[in-house]
């Protein structure tokens, strides 16, 4: 498969717009296609609508952002582009005569995924070219947000098409769930689906209300799904012999009527009730302002399982050491074409002042300029070869010494980027200069010296560098002198 640089989008409403949103984050360009020449408008507001949320996702350092195109002509969208993703309405003999069309102006090596919430791809790859290039990647709402994409190959998929969309979703920070074989929903739909229709039954009958039944999943069952799927769950419902005992002990509960699963008659009456259920939870926020405080929870959310490397924190995490890599891999392309003398201070962290970093003056609080100032010293140390299994063979760098000068101030909302020096260098000690400048103006904002001593942390004492780990910092500090 072809390497992709540039993704063409098939339908930009929601889920269109919040693909554009997240390829663009990664660095990937993004020509944008629709029938109607109003959305250019409405997905440049997405995208910008996703942003605050994307920017403070991670603070691993992220290539320079995609460019976004758009076009109402679907077929030169596809000549020029390296991968499709269709978003277009769930709709079959719809979806099928698009993709059929499109195929025809993609080049035959260009994966043509649809987002299809439920429709089978051997029904929809079935008048396309080369069909074998054609899957479901199925994402969920915030596509910018939420890693899961459901992969479904058809009859006709070829084994490498599954494969290669999967590095490209990894690539853009998602977690690829490959569908062993094509059913109805796929895999989320058909849960999600299931609840939902007790859901309706349960309205419907005047059992609870909307609020009620979505208490009963926020407060309980909706914490533990963060992390552990219902499976796993009940394996730890079922005590020291886990999964067998809970079958024994609830096994006889799926004979009673606990569900119904047949969904009920979609009558006026229990549409009125959903509706009005579902207004008064909103108590008068508007879509925009619950989509906001979903974005900002699901952020911290990961950001929390992150810490555990579990779940959606540890697709985030491996996203940050690929980028981490990345950028300690071009920032080392840099400094070894820059042989004939110092190319200057290393650019490894970009990030945005959250509005919780301030402080009653308005200000980012003191705490925060050494979290930012501590992120680009791991920066720094990851470029030069101290990762995971650097620590894990005993050896570690200690904090000495920090002091920090403020020169300007850091408003909530601004973007900043740290840029990082080495100072000092013996066989035991760095000392590093960060500096933090304000993106839009590149006003120097504050500036860090830190000092830190390498250790073994099996002896519980300091020791000197390892020679490979010694020489990569040599040769940082003569090029950032
Ligand atoms: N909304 C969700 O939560 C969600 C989640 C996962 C997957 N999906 C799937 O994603 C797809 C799109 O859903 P959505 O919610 O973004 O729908 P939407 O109605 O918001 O957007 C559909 C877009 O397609 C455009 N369009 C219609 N016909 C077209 C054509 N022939 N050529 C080009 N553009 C055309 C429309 O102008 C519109 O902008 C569906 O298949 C849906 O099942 C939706």
Redesign the pocket.
Known sequence: MRQVRTLGL?????????WAARALHFGIDVVA????PE?EE?IRGAVANAEPALARLTVAPLPPKGKLTFTTD?NAMARQVDFIQ?????QLE??R??LADVSRHAAADVIIA??????MPTDLQRDMQAPERLLVA????P?YLLPLVELVGGRQTAAATLSAAATFFTYIGMHPLTVRREVPGHLTDRLQEAIWREILHMVNEDVATTGELDDSIVYGPGLRWAAMGTNLIYHLAGGETGMRHMLKQFGPCLKWPWTKLEAPELTEALIDKMVAGTQAQAAGRSIRELERLRDDYLVAIQQVLRQYNIGAGATLRALEERLYHSAAAGAHAALTGAAAGPCGALRLVETEVRTEWIDYNGHMTDSRYLQVFGDATDALFRHAGVDDAYRKSGRALYTVETHVTHHGQALAGERVYVTTRIKQLDDKRVRLRHELYRRSDATLLASAEQLYLHVSSVEGKAAPFGAELHERLNALQAATR
């Open positions: 098939l339908g930009t409403g929601v889920i269109g717009g919040g296609a629709d029938l109607k959305m409405w679907l269709e978003n277009i309405p769930e719809l979806k005569r698009v649809s987002s299809t919430s439920g429709l199925h994402p969920f709402n596509v």
